[in-house]
């Protein structure tokens, strides 16, 4: 591909230019890391939070890169050098141009909470009308070819371009993916072509990156400001504070505004949750949407997973989807694997999985849970290392407030000390326990479990690795739950 083509005038916009001789080099790949770089490679120096990529631009040279983008140019360099403004935005439309094919449908959710679970639904729904379907988040790539786990809930730019391009070309017509904050802070999805946007809810999570809750809702609002096109669709869960300023900028942008919720536009493009009942370990819903209303039976636990369903309805319908045929597959809907995910009992106890690890989360979960436990809630859980750690006295609190048993646990310190994560949230968690082996936590929550309790495991939901340093050790939730209830049979 000619260097003109990959970093055409509308992706270095206005602020750059390059020499015709520059213009038409041939280049054969993209890569933002030296350490990766081939011969014929454009290379994206990139300054990031732990250092800048302009340090490696030698090294890039060395292993082949025939041209570098910066934002700003080293004293010389034997190869040309294009100056950009915003690098991470060059780097992330340049990769859409590497990797051209998209499906004709793309839907990108955000919010705190969520996202996962409405990307696996919208799949689901539109896999349930036909449509050859995948879905790209924390949970990996999932297509009707394969499963891929991957370590980002948003991929780099290159990751993510290439990965689109691959399922296109394997016939996939419809894509839900997760845009992480992160994601959109760092331009990781510009150059998608979104069709619609979805907006869970907001509350606090990564106050380790962002210095603000406001810079944290910017970052989200990217996504309806300016990544869905004018006259896409913007489904947004109306029952948050945060709510409207979601909806006012979704208009601001010329989107299809569809409100969704107990305060959702029912008369009008959006749905309306009239009534929800909890039945066994489902719930019965009536919904409004134009102005019709329709019962359906949703077989998942948790109000909140009402609200990840209404979001992926208002996607699907929002895309040129039939709303009564949508609304009918709800009915079939599967949790993401790890959200509040039912994997055993014991003495007629339920135990969950669930990958809650921030404030919100948890609160959510374990009121989800509490109609299940007529004795006592029992909850293990702990928080990650290197991660936003004013969350965890408030976790602590959470936990201590809204279950009757807490053992507080390991789940990923990363570089920290494990026993001075579990002391910040042991600070506030009234009267818990504190086990830092999770297998061992586990197998203590579950040997006491009773007639009429119920168990949440949370944190790490669909997480097959522990990380610790900077090793990532065999673990997950559901087979230490296995584990302890097979050595309950022995
Ligand atoms: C804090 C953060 O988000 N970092 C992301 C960011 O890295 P960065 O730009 O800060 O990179 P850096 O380490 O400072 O290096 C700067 C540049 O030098 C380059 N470099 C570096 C070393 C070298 O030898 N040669 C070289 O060229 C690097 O490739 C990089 O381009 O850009 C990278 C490329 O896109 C990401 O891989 C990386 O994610 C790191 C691994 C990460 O852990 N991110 C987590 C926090 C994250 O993104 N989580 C969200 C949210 C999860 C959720 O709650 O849903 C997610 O989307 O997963
Ligand atoms: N709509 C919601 N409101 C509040 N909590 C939720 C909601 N949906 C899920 N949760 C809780 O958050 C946890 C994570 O859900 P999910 O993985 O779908 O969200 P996510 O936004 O992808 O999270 P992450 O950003 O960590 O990847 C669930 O296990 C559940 O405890
Ligand atoms: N169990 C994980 C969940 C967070 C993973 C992801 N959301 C991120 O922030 O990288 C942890 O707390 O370490
Ligand atoms: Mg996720």
New binding site residues.
């Given amino acids: 591909m000619k260097l003109c083509d990959l970093l055409g005038q509308d992706v270095l916009g206005n602020d750059a230019a390059i020499e015709p001789a520059v213009a038409a080099l041939d280049v054969s790949g993209i890569a933002l890391d030296s350490r990766v770089v081939r011969p014929g490679d454009l290379f994206v120096a990139i300054a990031g939070s732990k250092t800048d990529g302009a340090r490696f631009i030698d090294a890039a040279i060395a292993a082949g890169a025939i041209a570098v983008v910066g934002d700003h140019a080293p004293a010389a360099t034997k190869v040309p050098f294009v100056t950009v403004a915003n690098p991470r935005r060059t780097l992330a439309l340049a990769a859409a141009r590497f990797f051209p094919a998209q499906p004709a449908t793309i839907a990108a959710v955000t ?8 990307a696996a639904f919208t799949r689901q729904i539109w896999e349930r009308l036909g449509y050859a379907s995948a879905s790209i ?2 949970i990996g790539l999932v297509s009707p070819k394969r499963t891929v786990y991957g370590s980002l ?1 948003t991929p780099d730019p290159i990751a993510l371009h290439r990965q689109i391009d691959e399922i296109a070309r394997e016939g996939v017509t419809h894509l839900a993916f ?1 845009a ?1 904050s992160h994601g959109l802070d760092q331009y990781r999805l510009d150059g998608v072509r979104v069709s619609a946007g979805g907006f ?2 907001l ?1 606090r ?1 990564h106050m380790d990156y962002h210095p603000s809750v406001a810079h944290y809702l910017a970052a989200k609002l990217r996504l309806f400001r300016e990544l869905v096109p004018p006259g896409g669709a913007a489904v947004i ?1 109306a029952d948050h504070d945060c709510s409207a300023e979601a909806i006012e900028a979704a208009k601001a942008r010329g989107l299809r505004v569809m409100a969704v919720g107990r305060n959702g536009d029912g008369a009008g493009e959006g749905i309306r949750l009239t009534e929800a009942v909890v039945e066994g370990f489902a719930q019965k819903l009536t919904l409004e949407h134009r102005g019709k209303r329709f019962a359906i039976r949703l077989p998942l636990v ?1 109000e ?2 009402i ?2 369903a209404l979001v992926s309805a208002g996607l699907a319908i929002g895309t040129g989807s039939d709303a009564a045929n949508v609304v009918a597959s709800l009915e079939h809907l599967e949790g ?1 694997k ?3 995910e039912r994997v055993g009992e014991r003495n007629g106890a339920p135990i969950f999985v ?5 404030p ?3 609160a ?2 374990l009121q989800a849970l509490r109609p299940y436990a007529k004795r006592r809630l029992v909850v293990v859980f702990g928080a990650g290392g290197d991660r936003d750690a004013g969350k965890r006295p408030i976790m602590g609190e959470i936990a201590a407030e809204n279950a009757d048993g807490v053992i507080v646990t390991d789940d990923n310190p990363r570089s920290e000390k494990p026993e001075a994560i579990r002391a910040a949230i042991l600070a506030t968690a009234k009267g818990a326990r504190e086990i830092g082996d999770r297998s061992a936590a586990i197998r203590a929550a579950i040997e006491q479990l009773e007639e009429g309790d119920a168990l949440l495991i ?1 944190g790490k ?1 669909h997480e097959t690795g522990q990380i610790v340093g900077g090793e990532v050790l065999p673990f997950s939730d559901h087979e230490a739950v296995a584990a302890a209830l097979a050595s309950r049979v022995a």
């Fill in positions: 919010g705190t909470s969520g996202k996962t679970s409405v988040g924390t809930t997760e992480s869970t809810n509350s999570d869960s948790g909140f997973q609200e990840n993401a790890g959200r509040l669930d990958y809650a690890h921030k919100d989360a948890l959510k979960a949370a939901g």
